[in-house]
């Protein structure tokens, strides 16, 4: 027997047995008070969906093991669940209210009085579903909090948490619950969704005296090396996200910009890399760039130091004090 069959034998099953109970329970009723007749509805409704809810979930979890579908899909029963028990209990206790639209608006003003900071999470669940600004598994990045999105509720979403005190964009382990009503009020940048990249720079900073040209040239080699072969996949992303969002570049390969610093010419590799391998990338890249510098003689990292310079026997000849000054 399927899973699908089987469902549908317990599904009957449920079905008439609740049909049963409750044909018993209208036998009962005539004698109990209205309290304890909307009570035993009450309870016979919610064994009711439970039980459609465990059914549904069952059959799921019989014809997929992939745990992302089974997530999904267990959100999306339980909300239907709560929404129609919600309805149809509150049709059992509040008599008179002929249309959902007045039941709902009775609700609504008395949560919104009583309860604003959980009606304001309550809206921010609804625009997350209705503009998707991020799912689970994206890595986002809310005020001061960053991390990967494990879990979505009605009043609040779940990060695990990235940098911090850590470096390089990598996991601290914990978990970070932020209220819904935050996407509101609060910028929300989305590391994976829409262009699944992100640019990642290197500053490499050479002496003064090295020759910085051919250290250039090492550094492009290196760049293209590991940062070339995700072009070509960006351009296609960038072709399908131009038609949701006005993203463009003008070049998407690896480039390296000259500048000077106080200590040295600054060299910086400019590259596209994972959203989750920044920290792996720029380990990769290091390390070929200390090996190629290793190399050659000319080139040489620098770092801070304290030099004394003697125009008069250093500077360029034209630039040099005159005698007598």
């Known amino acids: 027997m399927s899973a699908l069959q089987l469902f549908r034998v317990q599904a009957g099953e449920a079905i008439d047995s609740t049909a049963g109970m409750l044909g018993a329970l209208r036998v009962q009723i005539g004698g109990l008070s209205v309290f304890e007749s909307n009570l035993i509805k009450t309870v016979a409704l919610v064994l009711v969906l ?18 992302r579908i089974q997530y999904y899909w267990r959100k999306a029963v339980s909300y239907t669940v709560g929404v129609i028990g919600l309805f149809v209990v509150g049709r059992v206790w509040i008599a008179g209210v ?17 309860l604003k900071d959980p009606v304001v999470n309550l809206a921010g669940w609804l625009f997350i579903l209705w503009r998707r600004p991020f799912r689970v598994g994206d890595r986002v990045q809310i005020g001061t909090h960053a991390g990967d999105v494990i879990d ?10 990235i ?15 932020v209220p819904n009503g935050l996407v509101f009020n609060t910028p929300l940048a989305n590391y994976t ?36 072969q995700f072009t070509q996949a ?17 070049t998407l390969r690896p480039t390296v910009y000259t500048s000077v610093g106080d200590s040295g010419v600054v060299l910086t590799i400019r590259y596209l890399c994972d959203a989750r391998r920044r920290r792996g990338s720029a380990q990769d890249i290091w390390e070929d760039v200390l090996r190629a510098f290793a190399k050659h003689d000319d080139i040489a990292l620098a770092y801070a130091t304290t030099r004394f310079f003697d125009n008069t026997r250093e500077g360029k000849p034209p630039l040099r004090p005159r005698d007598g000054e």
Do not use: C
Request: proline share 2%.
């Open 234 to 250: 960006a351009e296609r992303e960038i072709l399908a996200a131009s038609r949701h969002y006005m993203i463009f570049y003008s």
């Open 152 to 161: 979505q509720r009605l009043f609040l979403f779940t990060l695990l948490e």
């Open 50 to 67: 439970m039980s459609l809810r465990w059914l549904i979930l069952f059959a799921v979890r019989r014809r997929t093991t992939d745990a």
């Open 163 to 177: 940098g911090n005190w850590v470096d390089a964009d990598q996991s601290t382990g914990r978990l970070v619950h």
């Open 98 to 114: 002929g249309s959902l639209a007045t039941f709902f608006g009775l609700i609504g003003a008395g949560i919104a009085v009583a």
């Open 193 to 228: 969704r829409g262009f699944p990249y992100i640019w990642n720079e290197i500053p490499v900073l050479v002496t003064h005296e090295s020759n910085w040209e051919k250290a250039k040239t090492i550094l492009h080699e290196i760049a293209d090396e590991h940062g070339g």
